[in-house]
């Protein structure tokens, strides 16, 4: 009996600190994620980081084994940031991309958070394998809802993958412009345009198919 209740005693500790180390690895990167919207890759540092949690840097260190962990793990944290968006905007908003996929422009806080920290990495990922693997997925993973919703309303697979891909490298062209230049690029703007870039995609009426 006192080796089981030992026993026991020992699996909730371990279960404990790996709570207090998962979540002391979510606040790292939080917060490593404000940094580089604020000041971008060069404001990503571990002792920066440290400041922000009031702790040492050797505890930073115990739950990443160098910067460059820390920096893949922030990227994968914000690409999950805009997943959500998207898969919010794709799954409530309408049955095809139209109205879904807009909600992912730089319209408000959240998304303009997200794309000024994507385009920070974006150029970081030129010189990083590991970031540019990731950079790739994500874009991927764009096109691919994109398609899944072209499939469901009936668009021939061919047309669907290429419209898939004209419809993604329109939502990131006028992100990009949008976020350089928000007042010119307002809300009403970046929809105005992408909803453009849609109807010449899918045709006036938006459904996609052959008339």
């Not at 180390?21 to 980081?49: H, K, M, P």
């Not at 697979?157 to 993604?168: D, F, K, L, P």
Request: proline share 3%.
């Amino acid at each position: 009996m006192f080796y089981l209740c030992n026993a026991c005693f020992i699996g909730q500790k371990l279960l404990m600190t790996q709570t207090l180390d998962s979540a002391r690895r979510a606040d790292v990167i939080a917060q490593a994620a404000d940094l580089i919207v604020e000041g971008g890759l060069a404001a990503l540092t571990v002792r920066n980081i440290a400041r922000r949690l009031g702790c040492s840097t050797t505890v930073i260190s115990h739950h990443f084994r160098n910067k460059d962990e820390v920096v893949l793990e922030t990227y994968r944290y914000i690409n999950a940031e805009a997943a959500s968006l998207r898969d919010q905007a794709l799954s409530a908003l309408s049955p095809t991309p139209l109205r879904a996929a807009e909600e992912i422009l730089p319209i408000g806080p959240a998304q303009q958070r997200h794309w000024i920290a994507w385009l920070h990495f974006w150029s970081a990922a030129l010189l990083h394998p590991a970031l540019a693997a990731e950079h790739a997925a994500g874009l991927q993973a764009m096109v691919d809802r994109i398609l899944d919703h072209l499939r469901l309303i009936g668009m021939p697979e061919e047309r669907a993958r290429a419209a898939a891909q004209n419809i993604s490298n329109a939502l990131y062209g006028i992100a990009m412009q949008a976020i350089f230049d928000l007042d010119r690029w307002d809300e009403a703007k970046q929809r105005n345009e992408f909803r453009r870039a849609i109807a010449f995609v899918l045709g006036k009426d938006g459904s996609g198919t052959e008339s």
